[in-house]
């Protein structure tokens, strides 16, 4: 049963445009969630979290959005550059575990 | 800090042999995270460790998989007999409660492919 579902498996973004990719989840236990970037033969790395007591944190090009009521939550690079082409992970956590989804692989067009 | 070190990068073999995978954590860590990637499922958290104890092993597929922690700074996955379903990439986590950060750091991965 996923928990985590990421329904865009891959998406195309030209340079300096806006990048959403989007990460509903199903466990209202949900308490923090974070996104993870991964590069081809590389382990994930973190790249930015949210509290469920927020519903937006930015980070420079990076923000994430989160709608509890609708368990939906958005990461928005803008502008988008040709290194943020990678997979990103959806993660949110309750206690010990994260629960990661499928992933979508962004590819920014210079 | 090296980071998590995991080894071998890449590992092929052939169905019914054993396979080991092993992972070296970031010092000072006292959670140590299994994982598995697939196509299909994505990141996939086989088993966890703290403070070399396993916690939580419901992830772990079937009986073939076993995982230890003889110490903090060392852990082995194994593999006894391997099937062509368990080619994956496996990756190993370690974190630190209380550091501030909340995350886990990931090593590089071991991409296993059984012929």
């Known amino acids: 049963d996923q928990q985590v579902k990421q329904n865009s498996p891959s998406l195309s973004v030209q340079e300096g445009r806006i990048s959403i990719l989007n990460c509903d989840y199903t466990?209202?236990?949900?308490?923090?969630f974070l996104w993870y970037k991964k590069y081809p033969a590389e382990g994930p790395t973190f790249l930015i979290s949210i509290s469920s007591i927020k519903d937006k944190n930015e980070d420079g090009r990076f923000t994430v959005f989160l709608n509890k009521s609708a368990k939906h939550l958005s990461l928005h690079i803008v502008p988008s550059q040709p290194g943020d082409s990678a997979v990103y992970f959806c993660?949110?956590?309750?206690?010990?575990?994260?629960?990661f989804g499928t992933g979508t692989s962004l590819t920014v067009i210079p | 800090d090296a980071g998590v070190i995991q080894s071998p990068r890449h590992e092929v073999t052939e169905m019914g042999q054993e396979v080991t995978l092993r992972c070296k954590p970031i010092?000072?860590?006292?959670?140590l995270f299994w994982y598995r990637q697939t196509m299909m499922r994505g990141l996939e958290l086989l088993i966890y460790?703290?403070?070399?104890?396993?916690?939580?092993d419901s992830g772990m597929p079937e009986d073939r998989f076993s995982a230890k922690m003889p110490n903090a700074s060392f852990s082995t996955l194994k593999i006894q007999p391997s099937e062509p379903r368990d080619s994956a990439v496996y990756f190993c986590?370690?974190?630190?409660?209380?550091?501030?950060?909340?995350?886990?750091?990931f090593g590089p991965g071991t991409r296993l492919t059984v012929l």
């Open positions: 993660a949110p956590n309750t206690g010990n575990q994260f629960y």
């Open positions: 460790f703290n403070n070399n104890v396993p916690i939580d």
């Open positions: 010092s000072g860590h006292d959670y």
């Open positions: 466990n209202s236990m949900f308490d923090y």
């Open positions: 986590a370690s974190r630190e409660r209380g550091s501030g950060l909340d995350t886990q750091y």
